[in-house]
């Protein structure tokens, strides 16, 4: 079966550094997602892309967040300077098209801002 | 907004079967899906339902909706230790959109031996 495919698996940073987050999306998928879950918490929105472009985004999603396709196969997550609450995993998706029933996810990265 | 509200720990002995519940208020909900999250690990999509159906069997799986009421069930049976994980409810609407799911808080599911 195809999958969604994340790394790192696991980062720890510090405070204030910079991380990027990477994703391989499954590959004639055409949207794609990245959520969060802080720790025993819900798994939220944090922004849709489409078409080269952010379709929409959460207020989670402030300046310090910003999401690319570098090139066609991989979708990243950067968070320019890192804070403590920024610690969760990152979950990465992606869906074929717009009427497309299953939205893939990935296995998460966890990020810990120390 | 939209919001999803699942309770937060169901306990079941081994071989007993299992019903997760779940609440949406997106009436314009079109698909609503079960995830699985066990320990330190991913999100694994385990059935989805269409909001024009009522129920769905997938194995030891049954998916009710009640979209009058906005209410979904998941129910597992002969559940089995293996079952133990955080189950999420989740939906997305808009027909022909692309929208974003939004999350149920999980129920945590224990299977006791």
């Known amino acids: 079966e195809p999958e969604v495919t994340q790394t790192p698996s696991h980062q720890v940073t510090q405070m204030g550094q910079e991380v990027i987050l990477r994703c391989v999306p499954i590959?004639?998928?055409?949207?794609f997602y990245w959520y969060r879950q802080i720790l025993g918490q819900k798994v939220e929105f944090l922004v849709s892309?489409?078409?080269?472009?952010?379709?929409?985004k959460s207020e989670i999603f402030d300046d310090q967040f910003s999401v690319e396709r570098p090139d066609g196969s991989n979708f990243t997550l950067k968070i320019r300077s890192t804070k403590l609450e920024d610690s969760a995993m990152y979950f990465c998706?992606?869906?074929?098209?717009?009427?497309?029933?299953?939205?893939?996810f990935g296995e998460g990265s966890w990020l810990t801002v120390v | 907004g939209e919001d999803v509200e699942q309770s937060l720990f169901l306990s079941v002995r081994e071989g007993d079967s299992s019903v997760i519940n779940c609440t949406y208020t997106?009436?314009?909900?079109?698909?609503l899906y079960w995830y699985k999250q066990e320990p330190g690990a991913g999100l694994q999509l385990l059935t989805y339902i269409f909001s024009n159906m009522d129920m769905k069997q997938d194995q030891r799986l049954t998916v009710l909706l009640n979209k009058k009421d906005k209410h979904l069930s998941l129910r597992i049976a002969d559940t089995q230790t293996g079952d133990s994980a955080i189950y999420f409810c989740a939906e997305r609407g808009g027909a022909g959109s692309a929208r974003q799911l939004t999350f149920g808080s999980g129920t945590q599911l224990t299977v006791l031996p």
């Open positions: 998706a992606s869906i074929q098209g717009s009427s497309g029933n299953t939205i893939y």
């Open positions: 590959s004639n998928h055409l949207y």
């Open positions: 892309f489409y078409n080269n472009e952010i379709s929409e």
């Open positions: 997106d009436s314009s909900s079109t698909y």
